[in-house]
């Protein structure tokens, strides 16, 4: 897992609904372009009616091929080279059209081979945060015996390829990456392959859309304040104090004879101050990370998107709390999870915070 961005209180959009890069240009000018729209539609169209799947085999149903403007000039070039040779009946350039001609078309018969019969697997990635760049591997098979060169993949759209060579019945493995801006469950944008080999005058492709899915976390915030103070746990002693300090801790200074597994090393080595967990308190309070009572706060300072501003600050204490090494519980709505630590803990509610 990456580690966290630092987005600032108030980066994140009202409501988490971040619009997509692809999205961004849906507003401006672009919008009233007509092409624009058109070309939109259509994609959109075309998309939808891509099945969704993880691994995929290229064949003549799903790899297109058009020919690039170095193709077209070439053509061009052709044509002018015929007219000439007929109106002056010259046989050089007969042999010389024809030759061109042979060579272009052998260009296209393997320019297309170089896809078709390719097995793309995607490998699932793991959960992200917010802002974060998500990488995807993606496990390219080649069965066949001839090599394929000049294989690039991208997300589609984003215009930044990656490029690889395929042995003979061997594999390679790509990684792209997309930019996760959505918190929750997110669909994997579509994906693209493409080869321009071996002329550059012919561009064959296909579209792949990948069924898996990929977890985003809310973008922890930058600079969050302290933790909130403990609460007394349920059953205790009643005349139990709350922690006045306005941070829970659940340490204090080392003293001479402390045995070492009180000891908190994460902290001593930021501070460079021996400090020990205090059994004592530890035993009178509770960590809980309440999403109802830090909207309450953040309503009367933020304006609009408190919701996301509450998910971004839990997800800082979560990662504060567990590099801490302390217990915490998290509420949200009307569910909980019982005070606990470790990395399965943490995962758990950074899990319930991007679904929240």
């Not at 504060?320 to 990395?343: F, I, K, M, T, V």
Request: glycine share 10%.
């Amino acid at each position: 897992m990456m580690a966290p961005p630092l987005s600032a209180l108030g980066a994140s959009p009202p409501g988490g609904r971040t619009r997509r890069p692809s999205e961004a240009g849906s507003t401006g000018a672009l919008t009233w372009n007509p092409v624009t729209l058109v070309r939109r539609r259509f994609q959109a169209w075309w998309q939808a009616r891509l099945p969704l799947k993880d691994s995929t085999t290229l064949n003549q149903r799903n790899v297109y091929i058009l020919p690039t403007r170095p193709g077209f000039m070439l053509g061009l070039t052709l044509l002018v080279l015929l007219v000439a040779s007929i109106n002056y009946q010259l046989n050089l350039g007969y042999l010389l059209t024809f030759m061109l001609t042979g060579a272009a078309i052998i260009g296209v018969h393997v320019c297309h081979g170089t896809l078709s019969g390719l097995t793309m697997h995607l490998i699932a990635p793991d959960a992200h945060f917010a802002g974060a760049s998500v990488p995807l591997g993606i496990q390219l098979n080649n069965p066949s015996k001839r090599n394929r060169y000049g294989i690039g993949l991208a997300v589609l759209g984003s215009g930044h390829w990656s490029w690889t060579d395929v042995g003979p019945q061997g594999s390679a493995k790509v990684q792209i990456s997309f930019p996760a801006t959505v918190r929750g469950l997110q669909p994997l944008p579509a994906l693209t392959a493409e080869t321009r080999f071996p002329l550059g005058t012919f561009r064959v492709w296909t579209v792949w859309r990948p069924a898996s899915k990929v977890l985003v976390y809310p973008a922890p915030e930058l600079n969050p304040p302290p933790l909130p103070p403990g609460e007394p746990r349920s059953g205790g002693a009643q005349t139990a104090q709350r922690h006045t300090t306005g941070e829970f801790d659940g340490v204090r200074a080392y003293r001479r004879g402390d045995p070492l597994k009180l000891v908190v090393w994460k902290k001593a080595a930021k501070s460079d101050e021996l400090v020990s967990r205090d059994a004592q308190q530890a035993q009178r309070l509770e960590l809980w990370l309440d999403l109802g009572a830090v909207e309450n706060q953040l309503r009367n300072r933020a304006a609009g998107g408190v919701r996301e501003l509450a998910l971004s600050r839990l997800c800082a204490w979560v990662l504060q709390a567990e590099s801490r090494g302390l217990r915490y519980g998290l509420r949200w709505g009307s569910h909980e999870l019982a005070p606990d630590s470790g990395p399965a803990h943490q995962k758990n509610c950074l899990q319930a915070l991007a679904l929240a």
